[in-house]
Each structure stands twice: as structure tokens, then as C-alpha cells.
């Protein structure tokens, strides 16, 4: 069964840094992309950044580039989520997901990813 680990969460006060990281249980599997995205309470999934293995391009929401930083290593199937500079409104559940079909994809939207981790809470406190 595919699982993907997230680990890496936790409190932390405004102006600190986080590192979460990702691993896809199942090495059989290929992974075309991998991506973190984010649920506040009382708000809908948004995306915050990917990495697309073939080409090395990363992808990030307008709003978080320059904070958060993804990197990964495509043989250990892993993607971490480096956050610096965390502010209150970063609070919420970040979730790992990852592309396993080959296909074209804007890889932001949630719906193009085929597996999920179960979420690792991120509280920034002000």
C-alpha cells in the first residue's frame, strides 16, 4: 500500500523556521512530481510548492516565494519543505501529495495528484 510519511511539524513562534519532509513509502513506484499543500481552518486546500523531478523546476504560491523553500531528493522518493520567516496566517495542516502517471500538469492543483499523506500540523503562535 502506498503511504506517504510526513514528519517535521510542530509549534513555533512567528519569525521561526520549520523543515517538513515527505517519503513515499513505496519505492516501486515512479514519482513524476511531489508537492506540499496546506489547509487552514475553516478554509479550502491551497497549494503551496512542488517539484517536478525531470526537469528540476519548482513551482511555489505567488505569495510564499522568498519564505518557503522545496527541495527533494528523487531516488529516496523524499520532498522537504524548508519555511522560514513563519507568520500566524501559516498556521494549518500541510499535507504531502505526489504524481504518479505520466501526464501534463499545471502540478499546482490538488486534483492532479494521485496519493496523499495524512497531514502534519504546522501552529505558528504570534
Known amino acids: 500500500q502506498v503511504q506517504l510519511v510526513e514528519s517535521g511539524g510542530g509549534l513555533v513562534q512567528a519569525g521561526g523556521s520549520l523543515r517538513l519532509s515527505c517519503t513515499l513509502s513505496e519505492r516501486t513506484y515512479s514519482t513524476y512530481a511531489m508537492a506540499w499543500f496546506r489547509q487552514a481552518p475553516g478554509k479550502e486546500r491551497e497549494f503551496v510548492a512542488a517539484?517536478?523531478?525531470?526537469?528540476?523546476?519548482?513551482y511555489y504560491r505567488d505569495s510564499l516565494k522568498g519564505r518557503f523553500t522545496i527541495s527533494g531528493d528523487n531516488a529516496k522518493n523524499t520532498v522537504y519543505l524548508q519555511m522560514n520567516s513563519l507568520k500566524p496566517e501559516d498556521t494549518a495542516v500541510y499535507s504531502c501529495?505526489?504524481?504518479?502517471?505520466?501526464?501534463?500538469?499545471?502540478?499546482?492543483?490538488?486534483?492532479?495528484?494521485?496519493?496523499w499523506g495524512q497531514g502534519t500540523q504546522v501552529t505558528v503562535s504570534s
Open positions: 501529495a505526489v504524481i504518479t502517471v505520466r501526464g501534463n500538469y499545471a502540478y499546482t492543483k490538488s486534483y492532479e495528484y494521485n496519493y
Open positions: 517539484i517536478r523531478w525531470s526537469v528540476g523546476s519548482t
